[in-house]
Nanobody
Framework: QVQLVESGGGLVQAGGSLRLSCAAS?????????MGWFRQAPGKEREFVAA????????WYADSVKGRFTISRDNVKNTVYLQMNSLKPEDTAVYYC????????????????WGQGTQVTVSS
């Protein structure tokens, strides 16, 4: 079992930055898991944002965030991060982190554990 807790969300003006964190705990080894970030805006389906392999050597990004968001991880601190720059109103959503024991993937169904989410609101 892996427990995931996101933090760092909030209200920011367009063009601003936020850094999300996701702390993992549980009776398992964090570095066994690829990690991902997803988001869900009101009335929309959950969508892939970014993912990172178990050792941080490979990353994946949605086209909508490429060049603005950066995913990273610290396997000593059991934490994954999402640095979000140049935020736009369309980035407003609840952001979820997730852990996959099946490698890095953009498919939500391939993730085994999910956090409770953190709200990000970008004002215009």
């Amino acid at each position: 079992q892996v427990q995931l807790v996101e933090s760092g969300g909030g209200l920011v003006q367009a063009g601003g930055s936020l850094r999300l964190s996701c702390a993992a705990s549980g009776r398992t080894t964090f570095s066994r898991y690829a990690m991902g970030w997803f988001r869900q805006a009101p009335g929309k389906e959950r969508e892939f944002v970014a993912a990172i392999s178990w050792n941080g050597g490979t990353t994946w990004y949605a086209d909508s965030v490429k060049g603005r968001f950066t995913i990273s991880r610290d396997n000593v601190k059991n934490t994954v991060y999402l640095q979000m720059n140049s935020l736009k109103p369309e980035d407003t959503a609840v952001y979820y982190c997730a852990a996959s024991g099946r490698g890095g993937t953009v498919v939500a169904g391939m993730y085994d554990y999910w956090g409770q989410g953190t709200q990000v609101t970008v004002s215009s």
